[in-house]
């Protein structure tokens, strides 16, 4: 604040204190001057009490006629007489008590009971003058006064009134219009449009919704008066239907009947609500109450969900499962088209009856009965039910039950949704019954190759052994060509006993169920790297420390020496390398085994795990390695592949399960 609003501020702070002293001053003065009159006044209440008695048999009956406290007094406010009631509100001893009215006025009326003696002595009479009084018995209450100057001779000598109690009327007064305007503020907040109307159609009062929603642009007070048609026509050319509007509005005015929601559409698409209340008093109108809702998100809303509901009862009609509902008795309420297909029955043959009582089997029905009783308390799970259909067909179904809730949260019933797995438990038993098949078989197989094995290997070993016998017979007289040949034969056995050794491995991978434990990758390459025969020429690097993975020890350690052998057996490079590295994934570890050897062409890339593809002859290869080596990774739930150019090397990557 400024110094200069001080000043005006502290300037005007001085004018009404001082404006205050001098109405002090003069009430001083004024109350100086009454109790001085006061004083006079006394010396002649013996004339007027006289005066009074030579009247007092008029008087009396005049007291007598009134019920309402009446009171006469001096014009000093001393009271010469009263009535019964007079007393019983002032809460006196008696009709004779001396008092001066002055001494019962509440301490904040003094100005105003000055005002109210000025009033009475200028006009001779008091209409309706209100004041607070604080009664003998300290009660506060509200007094409303009517009074005039008796006059002797034509000069004024005391003052007599009624004297009414309006405590309690003043009271529910301030009730009433607390009320009134607590309702008109709640009228005026309301989410609806409010008209109310006098029995001439004339409006007495609306609320802001109302203007809004019509776009009336006018504050409500300026509806006041104004007959309704005269309103809705204003804005009647916003309607998709202004006539029949209008219309239907007079026709509501006239028949002075109850109309629950009418809808009323826009132009711009917003739809309202309308709702009319006769009022009426003792069979008379007394007018009419309109009310007006947007009920256009409702309307959309509504109209989408029956959109919904169609497309859903279309979807549901339709769809390849079995649909049932029903109440808590299992009592059947609807059913779907595909269950009516699936049991043979009609709609009319099944809503109405006991679902559990029709279809299930014999052996089936506690499965049944208590899968509805854990519905009942919520419980949702498929099951598998056997039924019989209307032909007597014994068919599989796959059960899925949940309970049915209403707005309250109670369950109501159940909903029901089947499958006819008949075919697929049919499958299911084929399958089976194949899996039983094909389990002997691979047993006779593996029999076999080992009985194969064991026969071919025989006759081997007698090759090997006769040629054996006939070198060491003929030593030193064989010639050159004869050794070679011998040496081939040799050479030709060894191999062909290897590749029986490799498809009985191959058989037998997968064929039994492995034993899984913690294998140490890491070790098991430092160990085979000693184990193998590996040229100076070539070195093995591994990168990076191999993790700890479940598996079967004897079969890892095959895959990692049948790939790290088959690098080394096609590195063709003065200065041969093979880096291992190992990746870790989420699930599984991804190895890599890259070599600089002769490389393979990606046209074969697809080939080389198949069993006897071998794309570079060689003496001790019998195409079965790799086929071994991808079985391994596959028992491992793993997969395995490669990357390779010609002439500059091939990578293997393979990945292997943590556990």
Known sequence: MSKEQIEILQQALEKEKAARKQAEKKLETKTAEFLKANQKLKKTNKELEELFLSRDTQLQGVFESIVEPYIIMDLAGNIMKMNEAAVAMFDFKNTKEDCNLNSILHPSETTRVLESYQILYKEGQLTNFTLKIITRKKRHILIQINANIIYDKGKPVAAQGIVRDITQEKANEEQLLESKNRLSTLVNNLDNGVLLEDENHRIISSNKKFTELFSLGVPPEELQGLSNIEV???????????????????SISQKKETVFSEVIEFKNGKILELNYLPIAQANQSKGSLWTFKDITLIRTYLKRLEIEQQKYYSII????????EVDTENVILMVNDSFLSMTGYKEEELVGIKGKNLLPIKEDLDLVKKKLEERKKGKIESY?????????????????????????????????????????????????????KLEKRNEELQEYAHIVSHDLKSPLRSVSALVSWLKEDNKGKLDNASIQNFSLIESTVEKMEQLITDILEYSSIGSEEIEKSDVNINTVVTDLIQMLFIPEHISVNVLSKLPIIKGNKTKLQQLFQNLISNAVKFIDKEVGIIDINVKELSTHYKFCIKDNGIGIEKKFHHKIFRIFNTLNKSEDSTGIGLSIVKKIVELHEGKIWLESEPNIGTTFYFTLKKQ
């Open 317 to 324: 009609s339709n769809i390849n499962l079995g649909l049932i």
């Open 384 to 436: 598998e039910l056997r039924i019989k259909n209307k032909q007597g067909e014994i068919r599989y179904w796959m059960a899925s039950g949940a309970p049915n809730y209403d707005l309250e949260g109670n369950i109501t019933g159940s909903i029901g949704v089947y499958y006819d797995i008949t075919e697929i438990k049919k499958l299911q038993n084929q399958k089976e019954n194949l899996l039983l």
């Open 232 to 250: 809705f026509k204003q804005k009647s050319h916003l309607l998709t239907k202004p006539e029949a509007f209008l219309n239907n509005i007079q």
